[in-house]
């Protein structure tokens, strides 16, 4: 039987990822600058926030950072910043498993 996730909706379909490439393309430059591009919106609503545009071994990453979680927990400007920058907080990305499928007797 082949690896690989199933595909809803579809009559049993599966998706198979090339480890290889998908690690080529997490760290690739266009993923960079796209990150890089997102979190300037958040950046521009955060006044005195530094933006850091990291690539590692694994994947490119993006962050807008200023001052602490303490700071972030009284005053929710950051998740303000995010909201007015068209970031989406809530949203379920996941997907549930199907159920079991009993044998029939």
């Keep these: 039987?082949?690896?690989?996730?199933?595909?809803?909706?579809?009559?049993?379909?599966?998706?198979?990822?090339n480890y290889k490439g998908v690690g080529e393309l997490l760290r690739s430059e266009g993923i960079a600058s796209e990150l890089?591009?997102?979190?300037?919106?958040?950046?521009?609503?955060?006044?005195?926030?530094?933006?850091?545009?990291?690539?590692?071994g694994k994947r490119a990453r993006a962050k807008v950072a200023r001052g602490s979680d303490f700071e972030e927990a009284n005053t929710g400007?950051?998740?303000?910043?995010?909201?007015?920058?068209?970031?989406?907080r809530g949203v379920k990305v996941k997907t549930n498993k199907p159920k079991a499928r009993r044998a029939s007797t």
């Design 77 to 88: 400007e950051l998740s303000r910043a995010l909201d007015l920058a068209g970031g989406k």
């Design 36 to 56: 890089e591009s997102r979190m300037r919106r958040v950046q521009s609503a955060l006044p005195g926030s530094e933006l850091q545009v990291l690539r590692n």
């Design 1 to 17: 039987m082949a690896k690989g996730s199933f595909i809803p909706g579809t009559k049993g379909d599966r998706v198979v990822l």
